[in-house]
């Protein structure tokens, strides 16, 4: 019943042409200030696929809060849809268009990126992610982006990085390559060391 | 009416109270219940995590045992000034000389606290309770236990390393009314059950969104988001709203359905039967920050035996009241309103009188106020050193798992295959590596 819409979409879209038509219809209606028609156009993103990640993207990082928030919900029911069992050419076609968006989209957009790649990226998006690492506002992100992703090369990554990173970063890392197995001279966790003082005072005995 | 396994269970509580009583006056220094190893101290030293709604609720309790003399609430601990102020104020008057604390890991240095009770936002549930695992303490954790499977897994791990007792706080277990309805399904009343089905009212909407906005004074926003990514602070997001979004409540399916489901495969007894499938469809909010589904239907399938779960939300309403489950058997059904706490239980299930031969199910019975009563099994299971309480973490592990793996097909859309004993999903790449979520530093398990 909830997704009648999609099956309907996917019977309309999927050739060429009609596809970059599709898009932009589905970018139209995202942007429709009625609600009725915007709340099922990002909840139909999904089939749409590739063609449907960029011009999702930007929408990411419009001012208007409610309209980039949809986009990034849209974007994440294309990653979620091509992520399914038995649409690796699908999931290989949005994997490329996401990477493309981590070297030159603004931050909040990157983030994204980096945690929708960790859910189906492959090798290829290891060293873009990587990339990240270097990146002060992204690199935590990027971090667990590469721990999660299930590749050798995301673990080669984190090494890599753990070796020039600057010092107050490289205890992240270092968690991160121990959850994946790995043994790290030095750096012991900080995961109970306190650090945050309250203001409140026990009250005064009476 | 109390029952005769009642009667005995009582005898025997009251029976071994004495007995440790003695033992404590005797033992040579430390604290009841580290290890399993009572002390000079007969009263459990409590630190309550997270003062929120329900967390003043654990306080109220603690203050009372405290008057009573069972326990001794030492620290209170929120990452919010503003209710941990309150807090200790409340305890004050209760007669408790507690530390206020903004960060939970000064309450874990502390080496004379036994026992932390832990009732902050659901994504740190894991965290901070492997922490206090770590550190020797017991835990009394809320429901749901986790956010992600790996994190239920690391808490079981981590209770059995550490040889503490962990319970979750799905109170049911230990509440007259799923007990009555628990012995009564378990010895046939219906029949034979094939089917049990969930209702509960809508998860709502965000019909105000507002953007992004500094966060109030008080509140340490870091400390509030802790293991998630970051992101800014949005009003929407607390203190309750948490629960309406995804990554750090899932909706009332992982907050209800921890306690619903906890009773249903207590009452089926079918806490071994960790493998099944799971299929979920739910209508997102249009608007808004919160993600969770307006309406939700999720259908779970069990094996040998077979039957099948199913959460409706709203779905049929069959009780009474806002939300219940029905016991779907051969020979009819039983309805159990709420979760079997808060309600009494159906008056059939009231006055089952046991078959000769039946199965009698034990529960703690300490008190009749069941929040008191779940934290008295607790204790209990401190002080007779088995360490397993009535929702013992790995109960609570398969139950947050059903709500987990409910929220994971609705939000990639496709019915997953659970194998219970791999503890992954069959052939979906995806949803398995979506069984965790890396966590934000240094707020890691």
């Known amino acids: 019943m909830y997704f009648s819409a999609n099956n309907k979409l996917l019977r309309r879209i999927g050739h060429g042409r009609q596809v970059t038509a599709g898009v932009q219809g589905l970018v139209a209606r995202i942007k429709s200030p009625d609600e009725t028609i915007s709340g099922v156009a990002w909840q139909s993103a999904g089939p749409y696929g590739a063609a449907a990640v960029k011009p999702l993207a930007a929408l990411m990082a419009e001012d208007d809060f409610e309209l980039a928030r949809k986009a990034r919900r849209g974007l994440y029911k294309v990653v979620r849809h091509v992520g399914r069992p038995g649409a690796a050419k699908e999931r290989k076609a949005v994997e490329r268009e996401l990477i493309t968006l981590l070297s030159s989209s603004p931050p909040q957009v990157r983030r994204e990126v980096a945690w929708m790649l960790s859910e189906i990226?492959?090798?290829?998006?290891?060293?873009?992610?990587?990339?990240l690492l270097t990146d002060k506002e992204l690199r935590d992100d990027a971090r667990c982006a590469l721990?999660?992703?299930?590749?050798?090369?995301?673990?080669?990554?984190?090494?890599?990085?753990?070796a020039t990173a600057p010092e107050d970063f490289k205890y992240a890392l270092a968690d991160s390559l121990r959850q994946r197995g790995e043994k790290v001279e030095g750096y012991p966790s900080r995961k109970l060391v306190p650090a945050k003082q309250t203001s409140v005072t026990p009250p005064q005995r009476k | 009416m109390m029952s005769h396994t009642h009667r005995i269970t009582r005898r025997s509580f009251l029976k071994s109270s004495v007995l440790v009583a003695g033992a404590l006056n005797l033992a040579p220094g430390g604290v009841l219940g580290r290890n399993s190893q009572a002390g000079a101290n007969d009263r459990l030293v409590v630190a309550h995590v997270g003062v929120g709604g329900m967390g003043m609720t654990h306080l109220t309790n603690m203050l009372r045992f405290q008057?009573?003399?069972?326990?001794?609430?030492?620290?209170?601990?929120?990452?919010?000034?503003?209710?941990?102020?309150?807090?200790?104020e409340n305890a004050s008057i209760g007669g408790a000389s507690a530390i206020p604390y903004r960060d939970y890991r000064y309450v874990l240095e502390r080496k004379d606290i036994?026992?932390?009770?832990?009732?902050?936002?659901?994504?740190?549930?894991?965290?901070?309770?492997?922490?206090?695992?770590?550190?020797?303490?017991?835990v009394?954790?809320?429901?749901?236990?986790?956010?992600?499977?790996?994190?239920?897994?690391?808490?079981?791990?981590?209770?059995?390393?550490?040889?503490?007792?962990?319970?979750?706080?799905?109170?049911?277990?230990?509440?007259?009314?799923?007990?009555?309805?628990?012995?009564?399904?378990?010895?046939?009343?219906?029949?034979?059950?094939?089917?049990?089905?969930?209702?509960?009212?809508?998860?709502?909407?965000?019909?105000?969104?507002?953007?992004?906005?500094?966060?109030?004074?008080?509140?340490?926003?870091?400390?509030?988001?802790?293991?998630?990514?970051?992101?800014?602070?949005?009003?929407?997001?607390?203190?309750?709203?948490?629960?309406?979004?995804?990554?750090?409540?899932g909706g009332q399916i992982r907050d209800r359905g921890a306690h619903q489901f906890s009773t249903v495969l207590w009452c089926m007894n079918a806490d071994h039967q960790t493998s099944f499938t799971?299929?979920?469809?739910?209508?997102?909010?249009?608007?808004?920050?919160?993600?969770?589904?307006?309406?939700?239907?999720?259908?779970?399938?069990?094996?040998?035996?077979?039957?099948?779960?199913?959460?409706?939300?709203?779905?049929?309403?069959?009780?009474?009241?806002?939300?219940?489950?029905?016991?779907?058997?051969d020979n009819g059904h039983l309805i159990l309103e709420w979760e079997g706490g808060y309600r009494p239980a159906?008056?059939?299930?009231?006055?089952?009188?046991?078959?000769?031969?039946?199965?009698?199910?034990?529960?703690?019975?300490?008190?009749?106020?069941?929040?008191?009563?779940?934290?008295a099994d607790w204790f209990k299971s401190i002080r007779d050193g088995h360490l397993r309480p009535a929702v013992d973490i790995e109960i609570g592990h398969r139950?947050?798992?059903?709500?987990?793996?409910?929220?994971?097909?609705?939000?990639l859309g496709r019915k997953l295959v659970w194998n219970g004993e791999k503890q992954e999903v069959a052939g979906d790449e995806q949803a398995n590596r979506l069984l965790s979520r890396p966590q934000r530093y240094p707020y890691v398990l």
């Open chain 2, 67 to 88: 008057k009573e003399g069972k326990v001794r609430v030492a620290a209170i601990c929120d990452a919010d000034d503003n209710r941990l102020e309150a807090a200790v």
């Open chain 1, 121 to 131: 990226g492959s090798t290829r998006a290891v060293m873009p992610l990587a990339a």
């Open chain 2, 114 to 138: 036994d026992a932390v009770v832990i009732a902050t936002p659901d994504h740190w549930h894991a965290v901070q309770t492997v922490h206090a695992c770590e550190t020797g303490k017991h």
């Open chain 2, 346 to 375: 159906n008056p059939e299930a009231v006055n089952f009188q046991l078959p000769p031969g039946g199965q009698e199910v034990y529960r703690t019975d300490e008190y009749e106020d069941f929040n008191m009563n779940h934290k």
């Open chain 1, 147 to 162: 721990t999660r992703h299930p590749t050798p090369g995301a673990v080669t990554a984190l090494k890599s990085a753990f």
């Open chain 2, 278 to 329: 799971v299929e979920a469809k739910g209508r997102a909010p249009a608007k808004g920050l919160w993600d969770c589904p307006i309406d939700m239907d999720v259908i779970y399938q069990f094996k040998n035996p077979n039957w099948t779960l199913e959460w409706g939300q709203p779905g049929i309403k069959v009780g009474q009241t806002e939300f219940g489950n029905v016991f779907w058997g």
């Open chain 2, 140 to 249: 009394y954790v809320e429901k749901p236990a986790s956010v992600t499977i790996r994190e239920g897994q690391a808490m079981v791990a981590a209770a059995r390393t550490h040889k503490v007792a962990v319970q979750v706080g799905a109170q049911a277990r230990t509440a007259k009314g799923a007990w009555q309805t628990c012995r009564a399904i378990r010895n046939g009343i219906v029949g034979k059950v094939g089917r049990v089905s969930c209702w509960h009212y809508a998860n709502p909407t965000d019909e105000k969104p507002v953007p992004d906005s500094p966060p109030p004074e008080g509140l340490d926003w870091d400390l509030w988001l802790g293991p998630l990514p970051w992101r800014p602070h949005n009003q929407r997001c607390q203190p309750g709203n948490f629960r309406w979004l995804m990554e750090s409540g």
């Open chain 2, 399 to 411: 139950t947050a798992t059903l709500c987990n793996l409910g929220n994971l097909s609705y939000i």
